[in-house]
């Protein structure tokens, strides 16, 4: 295994790897990618762990994800996706993360019952049964199994709602209510529960006194929604044999996976570590994907200017969405111009050694988003690519 510690060691090894392709260009270090992999099984706690395919978005990447012990199921991001991965066989369990008002895709799914099998759509509303019903009404097509999105976000008094904007199903009466529902009604089978807890899984608590306040908040956090996700899935059960409750992320596998109502665990940016998942307590990450850029101009002999870079993550919009320069080391964005379209100007003190013609490697803040601005994916092992595999745009797909 190669010293992560060692950035000019892995920089060399990187442009050794890469230097006759032709950039911009993407990587996957394999060694790293691999040492990932055991690192998010360890913390699993037995439960099985489903992978969250937009942390990834390669078939082939996905394919050796699930050859990892301990990793089982696909968490989709679209129902057209979780459509296609059922084509090119990935997996034969897949849950669709969010709600599809895809009316196409939909009416695909209704007409394929081998697809349907294996498919889970997610709902948190009736609305969404009825516009399946509006396509193909129960009585001419086979059931669609479906899973409860379990609003998990914490909302203490005085302080409001934190955590993302997700279900309106929160309360364990409101998951109830929702769940007799789906059983009174033809057509659906309802068999899992999920709640992804973001205010727990998707911040890392850095450093400093925010650090503790973040760290405070996770830890309220999750006692009480240990005890309402419990009531939740126990009333629910009483009404639907439920074959799965998904819950977690990345940053919080070992913690729900001590929640005993849940059964399984979601994990995918582990696998690439991006950059805004630096900083977290239990999940200690080697940098697996990354991306180039080569310096094609010095404005002064203390800046160097790369070609494009604006790669920028989706979210709030702050300045830790934008990819971080990481290799060589002693490298920053400057604040007026951040990563920019067509160029970013790059400052600190590793910037006075660049010279035109030179590599910059950058790490990309979220997992996924990455493969959106590539076709293909070069793989690393020591300072060789080994293999090259395209990502879901490179094979012509688009599906946000």
């Known amino acids: 295994m190669n010293d992560i510690h ?31 992999a055991t690192v998010l099984a ?21 394919d050796r994800a699930l050859r990892y012990d301990g990793f089982a199921g696909i ?44 498919i889970t759509l997610m709902i948190d509303d009736t609305a969404q049964l009825d516009l399946i019903d509006a396509i193909a009404p129960p009585n001419t097509r086979h059931a669609i199994r479906v899973c409860i999105d379990l609003d998990v ?49 998707g911040i890392a608590p850095g450093n400093g006194l925010a650090a503790s306040a973040v760290r405070f908040m996770q830890r309220r956090s ?7 996700r419990q009531g939740a899935v126990d009333a629910v059960r ?17 913690l729900t996976a001590s929640d005993r109502s ?45 070609h494009g870079g604006g790669w920028v993550a989706s979210g709030d919009g702050s300045f830790s969405r934008l990819p971080s320069p990481w290799l060589p080391a002693g490298l920053k964005l400057t604040k007026l111009e951040g990563a920019g379209e067509v160029q970013t100007p790059l400052t600190g003190p590793g910037a006075s050694a660049l010279a035109v013609g030179d590599r910059v490697w950058f790490r990309h803040a979220k997992a996924g988003e990455l493969c959106e601005r590539v076709n293909e994916l070069h793989l690393v092992e020591g300072d060789r690519v080994t293999g090259v595999v395209p990502t879901y745009r490179g094979e012509g797909h688009a599906f946000l």
């Open 6 to 36: 060692d950035l000019a060691g892995t920089r060399k090894r990187y442009d050794t790897a890469t230097a006759d392709i032709a950039t911009p260009l993407a990587i996957v270090d394999i060694d790293a990618f691999d040492f990932n």
């Open 42 to 62: 360890d913390r699993r706690g037995g439960l099985p762990i489903r992978i969250a395919s937009k942390s990834l978005r390669c078939r082939a990447l996905l």
């Open 75 to 118: 968490l989709a991001f679209s129902l057209r996706e979780a459509l296609w991965l059922h084509s090119e066989h990935v997996s034969d369990d897949i849950v669709i993360g969010y709600p599809s008002a895809d009316r196409p895709a939909l009416a695909e799914l209704l007409a394929d019952p081998e697809a349907a099998a294996v």
């Open 153 to 201: 976000s914490w909302r203490p008094m005085g302080l409001g709602h934190i955590g993302v904007r997700r279900s309106p199903v929160h309360e364990p009466a409101d998951a109830v209510a929702l769940a007799r529902r789906v059983v009174a009604r033809d057509g659906f089978t309802l068999v899992g529960m999920m709640g992804y807890e973001a205010q727990i899984a």
């Open 222 to 228: 999750f006692t009480e929604l240990a005890e309402r």
């Open 238 to 254: 009483e009404l639907a044999d439920l074959a799965f409750v998904n819950g977690g992320g990345t940053g919080s596998l070992r």
């Open 262 to 306: 849940v059964t399984e665990l979601t994990a995918g940016s582990g696998f690439y570590a991006p950059s805004l998942f630096d900083g977290y307590d239990d999940f200690d990450p080697r940098p697996a994907a990354a991306f180039c850029l080569p310096v094609v101009r010095k404005p002064t002999p203390d800046l160097a200017t790369v």
